[in-house]
């Protein structure tokens, strides 16, 4: 909301909602890294806007940046209804991440996933969204910079890989000069184009 985000795709024609997931924000109930509690609250939110009479099925994108990119592919691997995703600095193979982070800021993730999860390796791979990517149809747009020191580039040119081999339609965005922050500027063109795309507007 702050970033002016919703406002923007509000004043081109789109309903936009933000959600919080629990544990963080002002959403109640215990952080689970992505995993299936954050993932029902999210499917929950847009399940009452459809009730609502708000939102459209079929004609859902979901954007998420950082963890919430992972809620993002998450959701749409389980869901074929999703229209499109936008994955923006996404960690994508939980494992990966875990055995070798590379900056203090991604051991740190590491340690916040290991205390949401346990670190079980069946935890870890049920909320990697590499391990589901054969199931994502939705178009997918994924942004991530070239030094970014708490995701893995290659993890984001691997999921549009085996995206688009199994049938799906995903295109990477890789900005070589910025790392996780991608600023709003730099990235809203893109983004606004990819949802004109989905929607057919």
Same mark, same amino acid.
């Given at each position: 909301m702050t970033w002016g985000v919703l406002d923007r795709a509000a004043k081109r024609r789109y309903l936009a909602v933000s959600v919080s997931q629990p544990g963080y924000g002002g959403s %109640?109930?215990? &952080?689970?890294?992505?995993? $299936? /509690? $954050?993932?029902? =609250?999210v499917s929950a939110v847009i399940a009452k806007l459809q009730r609502d009479g708000v939102a459209t099925p079929d004609k859902v994108v979901i954007?998420?940046?950082?963890?919430? &990119? +992972? #809620? &993002?592919? +998450?959701? &749409?691997?389980?869901? /074929?209804?999703?229209?499109?995703? #936008?994955?923006? %600095?996404?960690?994508?193979?939980l494992s990966q991440i875990i055995s070798n982070p590379k900056s203090s800021q991604a051991r740190f993730i590491a340690q916040t996933i290991k205390q949401e999860t346990g670190g079980g390796s069946e935890a870890l791979q049920e909320r990697s969204v590499l391990h589901f990517a054969q199931n994502i149809? =939705? =178009? $997918?747009?994924i942004m991530n910079g070239e030094k970014d020191d708490r995701t893995d580039p290659e993890q984001a040119r691997r999921l549009a890989t085996v995206i688009n081999a199994s049938g799906g339609n995903a295109r990477t965005i890789m900005y070589p000069y910025y790392g996780h922050q991608i600023p709003v500027k730099v990235r809203e063109s893109e983004i606004d184009q990819f949802i004109d795309a989905v929607f057919n507007r």
């Open positions: %109640s109930g215990p &952080a689970d890294f992505c995993g $299936t /509690q $954050t993932q029902h =609250a954007e998420g940046i950082s963890r919430g &990119a +992972l #809620v &993002a592919g +998450l959701i &749409a691997a389980h869901d /074929q209804s999703i229209a499109g995703i #936008v994955l923006i %600095s996404g960690l994508f193979d149809k =939705a =178009a $997918t747009l």
